[in-house]
């Protein structure tokens, strides 16, 4: 069994698939703490930056569309954050953010990486030719993380937490073609690639940085109806899954994993602030606890969509591969 394997078991948080991020973060003081959230100003972006600025941390949203997220954050009642431009498909717009970050000097303690696109109908790529859901879900954030080590460092004990979701479970990083340049395009299993590089991004981390405190996880929040990329399944996908009755109206059920934006964004809290995590890093949370390891073929029905943690996810060889690949493809 690898190191990570070892780890990768539920602690007994106390919390459960219900739980709200306003219950996870109940009790502890972010004050002079300082957070920066991808995508912070929709879904569950959203409601992790209420949770976090709610508790006394101050908070960057980092939007593709400042002003969107300016408005959006004020139609929530979410005030005092800041926000910046960043678009993940460009390299340059990444570079911005994050020199910008660095010129203050100011420590960073969380970094949640929660942006993502909805998997597209056919095959879209950026600027690189890169495929754009391995791109922006994984490959964005891994050059953003890595810019940002110096302050996530000066902050002595900080975090990072990568949003991947059950289905990496079913796809490992395509190594010889995580592009798609050769073999046939299928959405699903670009999605389910890019949400298995968030989880094994998530382990390398730990493996490389937590020696310099800083520690890294991967969460499943949950499927939540409503989100961009849980919408653009159609109605028909979203009823055939038992996401919406006959009305179109969320099905929420916490335990088989269907759940409100606040119920999806207490897990990304969860592990961004919990003292139970103080001396465990590179593991992959559900239902505000880390997972349990399931290697069973399960299939996804309209009653659970499995969402265990994989052996193929948390393998360090794995972990160490993926990093090389992506420095690679962030040099090309």
């Not at 949400?195 to 405190?213: I, M, P, Q």
């Not at 606040?262 to 592990?271: H, K, L, P």
């Amino acid at each position: 069994m690898s190191r990570v394997a070892h780890k990768q078991h539920p602690v007994g948080s106390g919390f459960t698939a219900a739980s709200t991020a306003d219950e996870v973060v109940a009790g502890i003081d972010l004050t002079g703490k300082y957070a920066v959230i991808t995508g912070g100003h929709a879904g569950i972006g959203l409601e992790v930056t209420r949770a976090l600025a709610g508790a006394g941390a101050s908070v960057t949203v980092g939007s593709r569309d400042p002003g969107r997220a300016t408005a959006a954050l004020a139609e929530a009642g979410i005030h005092g954050v800041e926000v910046g431009r960043l678009d993940l498909l460009e390299p340059a717009s990444i570079n911005a953010f994050t020199e910008s970050r660095l010129q203050t000097r100011r420590p960073l303690h969380i970094l949640v990486n929660c942006a993502g696109v909805p998997p597209p109908k056919q095959l879209e790529r950026d600027a690189r030719g890169y495929e754009t859901q391995f791109a922006t879900n994984h490959l964005g954030h891994f050059q953003l993380t890595l810019a940002l080590h110096p302050a996530l460092r000066s902050a002595a004990e900080s975090r990072v937490v990568n949003v991947s979701s059950g289905a990496h479970r079913f796809a490992d990083i395509r190594w010889d073609d995580p592009n798609f340049q050769r073999d046939e395009y299928h959405p699903g299993a670009a999605y389910a690639q890019s949400k298995v590089a968030n989880v094994l991004f998530a382990v390398g981390l730990d493996n490389r940085w937590s020696e310099d405190g800083i520690r890294g996880y991967a969460v499943h929040p949950g499927v939540i109806v409503g989100t961009a990329l849980n919408s653009s399944a159609g109605r028909e996908a979203l009823l055939a899954e038992g996401l919406i009755d006959e009305s179109g109206r969320p099905v929420i059920d916490p335990e088989r994993g269907k759940k409100t934006p606040r119920q999806g964004a207490a897990t990304i809290v969860f592990a961004a602030t919990s003292p139970l995590l103080d001396e465990i890093g590179g593991v992959y949370l559900k239902d505000n606890d880390i997972a349990p390891l399931d290697d069973e073929p399960r299939p996804v029905t309209a009653d659970e969509a499995p969402s265990d943690a994989a052996s193929h996810s948390i393998d360090p060889q794995s972990a160490a591969r993926l990093w090389k690949l992506s420095e690679d493809l962030l040099e090309s």
